[in-house]
């Protein structure tokens, strides 16, 4: 960008160490649960054992004679002080959404859920006394079955979640490129496909995720002073000050939210939870600090999942294999209530099935649908992983049908680089890309060749370890987000983000920024950019975050906007100093202002060698003996900055898998992901940002699943159960980028956040079935447990998919009109 | 209760203590040695890794009166005289840390691992850090913390 080239670049683009570091490698850190204040009393929360019941009687006498018990409080005892967990994106005018109180006052819809809660003098008293609460529940039918649930009526008998509603169905969302008028009619395509095209049908299963955050959530209310200030683990600390003062009636400004170190959140902790909700009420009831820490059980069993969706897909080409129409139909599981986000992430995918490719007619619809299961909303990239996996997952589809390479299937649809800036058939305008530049740097780091030719070799020797290609070539939309088209898809808030700089009398500089940390390194990376941008030292700066009361602005950080949004409110507040700067430069310079120079640090004279560096203005404008007249003493500025547009990261991913066809057993042998996320800040942040993103993408594709049984209990409810990936499963990974810089934003940058959660969970599939594709399989259900694995190349037959996975035929009379089974025409019997 | 005498971090400390309480309680609770984490309750995830008479132990699973008589090093007890132990130098270096929560464990684990094993392979490392779980870094840049503070591969 002109900007950076104009001023050459001393700290954007190196890769800083950490400032954050220090106190974390050394034990000096601040968690939520570190925290203890005078007479601090504790909660623990009596939580439902059923899915979906009345509370018919809660006995609390047995609880209360504990030693040390302060309160023991049931949802009646607390309801009318409570205030309620909002949903801030009603993504139809229409949506049905239950109450969601913090504690359940009369029945439970999901277990889990808060029924009483106990506050003693301890942790442990509070715990012990929590086991004598007496609840007694008349179970009532649960709605646990996604599928199931959305068909569930009162004529057909079908559990519904909450039977005041009468149905389970939400809300129906749906874009159609034919009625938005940024594209043709899908219906036509595939028609026209199906008479004279290729037609693929598949149904791909997202499965339950659990965003399981190392620092389990916590939260402290101290209500005595004039602020009832809370700390807790959150993402969002503006937001949830925002709903407190909503739903509870204490004015705005006599709350204080402070998000201190925080231990990551992945979206998990991008909520407003009934556990902040019971502290903060209890806190101002007894008129004392009190601190809830959940403990690992409970965190997964009560903070939000992530994915869970049935997704629907027909795509429609030509023989050649141009795409042209996709179609999406599917169903979301809200869980027990619409979370705060809520059917919002799927919406957040909306507009990414079309992903890098030109296709001229698209259509989108989502149910979602409550059910009794915990509450459902972001991980991790939030409907964008989602779409990717459909998207990628299905053109390997369509390159079997044609007999290509999947890459030249993909690169016969995608956009070019001369292309852009190009408008998809959603109605985005991708700013800039080059798809073409990352899949030759990827397939020369993985040796793509190579490996296609051994693993023909495997399939040609019949090896009992076969190998298998995977292809991501994704793009997203991040950088969250442009209120306006925020306003426009009804969600309750802006996507703005505000950045403070505050000159300080001795030059050294303090930042405030309104995106909150828990992990990603902004005190580094946003020292870096405000170095450059006033030419002082990366140590003389200080970046402050994370408390309402010193960022008293914010919008907080998930959906990889802190840099592209909050990065450019840094700039330009940096560039107001600047410029606040420059007429008292000028003064003390006795020149005219026209002739003051800005560049590294310091302001000179036009033709002259006469200059001031910028600490040392600060330092008159501290003093304020000689200042010009009418200008105020102070060179601290601020900025909001509410987006142009999505920041659009792109790149390819490709995962070289083994397969044990005769155990399933999988090995991956290769990962290699080359991204464009534009100009890049810090190059070690990105790295981390990258791998750990790409772990958490494979980790959906093999391992992890929240898995109920059929009453409804969370039967992977501890990290026993939940598999998590340790070191001794993973590899280590070749990244590397391509750069095309974004024109939306001053620094040219892009989001990663996101950007390997969303890529890799479909090069990870597509290569477990491209290893055994040959043996009839074009499907393998996720997590690709090796159980699975193995009834996929078992089962024989069309496709050889697990249970559940691919269902090729969705219309009636399909059998005439639906394409054979990929991969089973040419490898007839191979399976059996 | 019970009174244990210990030494945590240099300190010589006695308490009396509930038979029940976890090792990592009486760190935290009694001695305000936040620095080691609760990341679970099953012991698996090793945030609360310290060591206990020089071996690396997951203080979730060990019983304050287990530890009485002992010497508890903590991560707040790593360095010395203010210069970082290799193994924290290390994880700054490789960014072989994140949000920091699984940190304290991860670096206690390695230098025991360490302590064991001088030179170890990729795979050593990954399996000898397999109690402990990390959810931001894919563990890629803590394998290469451990290969740096063990003088392999510092590449950057």
């Known amino acids: 960008m002109t900007a950076t080239q104009e001023r050459p670049a001393a700290e954007i683009g190196r890769d800083r160490r950490r400032k954050e570091d220090q106190r974390l490698i050394t034990g000096r850190t601040r968690w939520t649960d570190n925290l203890t204040l005078p007479g601090m009393l504790h909660l623990a929360m009596v939580r439902s054992p059923f899915a979906h019941a009345t509370i018919t009687s809660i006995d609390t006498s047995a609880a209360e004679q504990a030693p040390n018990v302060v309160a023991v409080v049931t949802g009646q005892g607390i309801a009318d002080e409570q205030g309620v967990v909002i949903n801030a994106w009603p993504i139809t005018p229409d949506q049905k959404a239950p109450t969601h109180t913090p ?94 095209g290729i037609l693929i049908e598949r149904e791909y299963r997202q499965q339950r995720l659990i965003p399981a955050f ?59 939870t009934p556990e902040e909700w019971v502290a903060f009420a209890l806190a101002r009831r007894l008129g004392k600090p009190v601190k809830y820490t959940e403990t690992r059980s409970e965190s997964l069993v009560a903070a939000h999942h992530g994915r869970d969706q049935w997704q629907r897909l027909t795509l429609a080409a030509e023989k050649d294999g141009t795409v042209t129409g996709f179609k999406v139909d599917l169903l979301a599981d809200l869980g027990s209530h619409v979370a705060i986000v809520g059917g919002g992430v799927p919406v957040l995918g909306a507009f990414m099935f079309n992903a890098i490719y030109k296709f001229p007619s698209y259509r989108f619809s989502c149910q979602t649908v409550l059910t009794n299961k915990t509450w459902t909303d972001a991980y991790r990239g939030a409907g964008r992983p989602e779409a990717t996996y459909a998207i990628e997952r299905i053109m390997d589809e369509l390159a079997v049908e044609v007999g290509v390479d999947p890459l030249e299937i993909r690169e016969k649809n995608w956009i070019k680089h001369e292309e852009f800036p190009f408008t998809t058939v959603c109605g985005l305008e991708y700013d800039s890309g080059n798809y073409e530049a990352a899949t030759a740097r990827a397939k020369e780091m993985f040796g793509y060749d190579e490996l296609r030719a051994e693993q023909k070799k495997r399939r040609e020797q019949g090896d009992k370890v076969q190998l298998g290609i995977g292809i991501s070539t994704f793009t997203e939309m991040c950088g969250l987000a442009p209120s306006r088209v ?62 309402t009361q010193i960022a008293h602005k914010g919008l907080d950080t998930y959906g990889s906007r802190s840099l592209v949004v909050g990065g450019e409110a840094l700039v330009r507040a940096a560039d107001k100093v600047i410029e606040k700067a420059k007429p008292i430069a000028a003064h003390l310079l006795e020149a005219s202002a026209d002739d003051i120079e800005f560049s590294h640090g310091r302001f000179g004279v036009r033709g002259t060698d006469q200059g001031m560096a910028i600490g040392e203005i600060a330092t008159a404008v501290f003093a304020a003996h000689n200042m010009p007249d009418g200008v105020e003493p102070s060179l601290d500025s601020e900025a909001t900055y509410d987006p142009v547009n999505f920041s659009f990261p792109h790149g390819t991913h490709l995962c070289a898998m083994e397969v044990d066809t005769e155990t399933g057993a999988l090995k991956m042998r290769k990962y290699v992901a080359c991204d464009d996320i534009g100009n890049i800040i810090n190059p070690l942040i990105v790295a981390g940002q990258v791998h750990g993103g790409l772990v958490q993408g494979i980790a959906q594709a093999l391992w992890e699943e929240a898995v109920y049984d059929d009453s409804g209990t969370l039967v992977s409810g501890s990290f026993v159960d ?48 491209d290893a055994v594709r040959h043996l009839g399989v074009n499907d393998v259900q996720m997590p690709c447990t090796p159980e699975r694995v193995w009834k996929a190349i078992n089962s024989g037959g069309a496709g050889g998919a697990t249970e559940g996975a691919a269902m090729p035929h969705f219309e009636a009379g399909g059998e005439a009109g639906n394409q054979e089974q990929p991969g089973t025409a040419s490898t007839e019997g191979v399976g059996e | 209760m019970t009174r244990i005498s210990l ?51 997951k203080s979730c699973n060990v019983l304050a009166v287990q530890a009485d008589g002992g010497e508890v090093t ?23 840390l994140q949000c920091g929560f699984c940190t304290p464990g991860m670096i206690m684990q390695s230098v025991d691992l360490l302590k064991e094993n001088p030179n170890p392979t990729e795979e050593e490392i990954r399996l000898g850090l397999e109690g402990n779980l990390c959810r931001c870094t894919g ?3 803590i394998v290469k913390a451990v290969q740096y503070a063990a003088g392999q591969g510092a590449e950057s």
């Not at chain 1, 506050?119 to 609840?135: P, Q």
């Not at chain 1, 199931?148 to 129906?172: F, M, R, V």
Request: with cysteine; charged share 20%.
């Open chain 1, 103 to 196: 504690v359940a006052v009369d029945r439970v819809s999901f277990a889990g859920e808060i029924v009483a809660v106990v506050v003693a003098r301890s942790a442990a008293e509070a715990r012990d006394a929590a086991e004598l609460v007496d609840v007694e529940y008349d179970e009532l039918p649960a709605a646990l079955d996604l599928k199931e649930a959305a068909e569930a009526d009162a004529d057909n008998g079908g559990a519904i979640a909450h039977p005041d509603l009468g149905t389970n169905k939400s809300a129906l969302w749906v874009f159609d490129s034919s009625e938005a008028g940024t594209g043709g009619n899908v219906e036509e395509a595939i028609e026209k496909a199906r008479s004279d």
């Open chain 1, 722 to 769: 939940y598999l998590l990936p340790t070191a001794a499963d993973t590899i280590s990974f070749d990244i590397d980028h391509t750069t095309s810089a974004s024109t939306t934003n001053t620094l040219g940058t892009k989001g990663v956040g996101e950007a390997g959660t969303i890529a890799s969970t479909p090069a990870v599939v597509n290569a477990v079935v």
């Open chain 1, 486 to 547: 925020l306003g426009s898809l009804d969600y309750g808030a802006g996507g703005w983000e505000h950045a403070s700089v505050r000159m300080l009398a001795t030059g050294k500089v303090e930042v405030v920024t309104g995106a909150s940390a828990h992990g990603q390194g902004h005190e580094t990376a946003f020292s870096q950019i405000v170095a450059d941008r006033l030419g002082v030292a990366f140590e003389d700066i200080e970046v402050l975050h994370g408390d």
């Open chain 2, 139 to 141: 563990y890629h840049n």
């Open chain 2, 7 to 57: 030494t945590v971090d240099g300190a010589k400390v006695s308490d009396d203590v509930e038979p029940r309480m976890l090792l990592v309680q009486y760190l935290r609770e009694k001695l305000g040695k936040t620095g080691t984490v609760i990341g679970c309750d099953t012991s698996n995830c090793g945030a609360c890794t310290v060591h206990l008479d020089g071996t690396s132990v």
């Open chain 2, 74 to 96: 903590t991560i707040e007890g790593l360095a010395q005289d203010g210069q970082l132990h290799a193994v924290q130098e290390a994880f700054r270096e490789c960014h072989g």
């Open chain 1, 214 to 272: 190392m620092e389990p959530r916590s939260v402290v209310v101290d209500p005595t002073g004039e602020q009832i200030t809370m700390w807790s683990a959150t993402q969002v600390p503006h937001i949830v000050r925002f709903a407190l003062a909503a739903t509870t009636g204490v004015s705005e400004s006599k709350i204080r939210v402070i998000a201190p170190d925080v231990g990551g959140g992945f979206g998990g902790k991008l909520q407003t």
